[in-house]
């Protein structure tokens, strides 16, 4: 029926006997969006074709489909340089099998990203990062102006690109000092550059600040905890504290992308299963921003199965799930995660929906000021997080949170009340100071805590509040490296541009 109903399929233009922009689009799109080769992409039409509507198309050549491609790479970074005139540039760098990458990307008023795809470099400092970004305008420039207004296209650019975003570590406060000084010597005159950094990342100084809390209360604790009471454990030392290593331990038994030798996740999810319950365990290499706080939370409620489980299935020699029974074993190891759990679902989750919502940058100054009045609440008096109706850190905004699982946390959490008090104030205290560190811009004084003028307001309006686009497109750059291994420069541009370039090139 479908072969009777469906009608001739052209490829090519009628007048000139050219591939259509379709089949063109087709191409792109299977690169882009699919992941499949360029040269692999006239079989799959083919296959397709032929499958589902019994035809066989006039189809181009492999190696013409790589040159389409090509074209489709440089469509790809004309609209990317468009796209720079108006909007945010984000970096970030990482290493990948001993090799070291910087990724660029442009956040879009409507939420979408365009990526300008990855770049090896020999060494992640300062001046190669701003020689990678020099060459990335440079390159963008050459493609769009004419030969003769290249030069005043790239000062354009410069003039243009007034906000960046990237992470705290020193060699991009360097490379913002040096991006600042080029962006002046090239342009001219006074012009502002917003060196903005990623909020994401105070999460992580939250993480620290919490576990030196944790250790420092558990240094004053009469006797070993969990695991550490074992003789099978003497030689297992480690820097984390008991509890952080329970909630590791936990996630690298049971947790998805675990440990290849001691992991038991398929049997510990058919275990869940005939228990009636679900495991909302994450992977500790997952989502490094808010997973401890996260996973103390997941392993916090299902701690009477995990005990359960792990003593059914340590008959054998896996050392690292007997760690884990006998942490979750440890009354004062519960305690201290009911601790950390009452932060997850109080401050850090509502936070994380925060900086994942399309909040404004020039409205999160007030969340920050809401975070520092909490905390210092919280502190004063930590009972009040044991109330049942204690709301969020930013009261019933971003507050959501499943009723069974909160009761769950503050029954246990008053019947241990006196530990779980003294965790709550001691991490409270530490993670405080992490504000006047990582936020502070945002702050009374700070360059963002006022009233912006006009200008500065219209430039940041629309920026994100972190740059997790950056993260998120390493995650296709690992699969790259993994399917595509000689494609990882150039896919992820094509790949974030494809529907992007389609709308583009229709207003054209």
């Known amino acids: 029926m479908l072969a009777q109903e469906s009608q001739i399929i052209r490829t090519r233009t009628v007048r000139y006997n050219q591939l259509s922009d379709v089949m063109r689009r087709t191409i792109m799109s299977l690169e882009g969006d699919a992941g499949v080769s360029a040269s692999k992409c006239p079989q799959v039409i083919d296959i397709v074709s032929k499958n589902l509507f019994h035809q066989t198309l006039d189809l181009p050549h492999w190696t013409t489909a790589n040159k389409i491609v090509e074209e489709a790479h440089a469509v790809a970074k004309i609209h990317v340089a468009e796209a720079l005139l108006e909007n945010t540039l984000h970096s970030d760098g990482t290493s990948r099998e001993k090799k070291k990458f910087v990724g660029q990307q ?95 990342h105070y999460l992580l100084g939250l993480s620290g600040a919490c576990e030196e809390g944790v250790k420092g209360v558990e240094s004053n604790m009469e006797q070993p905890l969990g695991r550490d009471r074992d003789s099978l454990f003497k030689n297992w030392k480690a820097e984390e504290s008991a509890a952080i290593r329970f909630i590791r331990t936990a996630s690298s038994c049971l947790g998805p992308r675990g440990d290849e030798k001691s992991g038991v996740r398929e049997e510990w999810l058919v275990f869940c299963k005939k228990e009636g319950v679900k495991s909302k365990i994450i992977s500790h290499r997952g989502n490094r921003f808010n997973n401890i706080f996260q996973n103390s939370e997941a392993v916090f409620i299902l701690r009477n199965e995990i005990e359960h489980f792990s003593s059914k299935a340590t008959s054998g020699d896996n050392k690292k799930l007997k760690s884990v029974l006998l942490d979750a074993r440890d009354e ?29 940058y020039t409205a999160f100054p007030k969340y920050v000021k809401m975070i520092r009045h909490r905390m210092s609440q919280w502190i004063e008096d930590p009972s009040i997080l044991l109330n049942q109706n204690c709301m969020g850190v930013f009261d019933d905004e971003f507050w959501d949170v499943e009723e069974e699982r909160l009761d769950n946390i503050k029954e246990y959490a008053n019947e241990k009340k006196d530990l779980v008090i003294q965790v709550l104030k001691v991490s409270l205290q530490k993670m405080f100071l992490v504000i006047s560190r990582q936020l502070v811009e945002f702050l009374e004084g700070g360059a963002y805590g006022e009233k912006l003028i006009s200008s500065q307001f219209r430039q940041l309006e629309n920026c994100p509040l972190t740059n997790l686009i950056g993260e998120r497109a390493f995650g296709d750059l690992d699969f790259d490296m993994g399917h595509l291994r000689n494609a990882h420069s150039s896919t992820e541009l094509l790949s974030t541009c494809s529907k992007e370039i389609e709308q583009w090139t229709v207003e054209q």
Not at 181 to 186: D, F, G, L, Y
Not at 344 to 354: D, K, S
Request: charged share 20%; net charge negative.
């Open 106 to 200: 442009i956040a879009l008023d409507n939420g979408r990203t365009l990526s300008l795809g990855f770049v090896e470099v020999a060494t992640e400092y300062a001046q190669t990062l701003l020689e990678v970004t020099s060459n990335v305008l440079v390159e963008l420039s050459e493609l769009v102006g004419e030969e003769e207004t290249r030069g005043e296209l790239l000062k354009s650019m410069l003039r243009k690109v007034c906000t960046t975003i990237s992470d705290r570590a020193a060699v991009m406060t360097s490379f913002n000092e040096k991006f600042d000084v080029m962006r002046r010597e090239m342009v001219g005159g006074e012009i502002q550059t917003n060196f903005l950094y990623c909020n994401a």
């Open 332 to 360: 004062n190891i519960q305690a201290i995660l009911c601790a950390i759990s009452i932060l997850y679902m109080h401050f850090t989750a509502p936070y994380w929906r925060l900086i994942n919502s399309s909040t404004k």
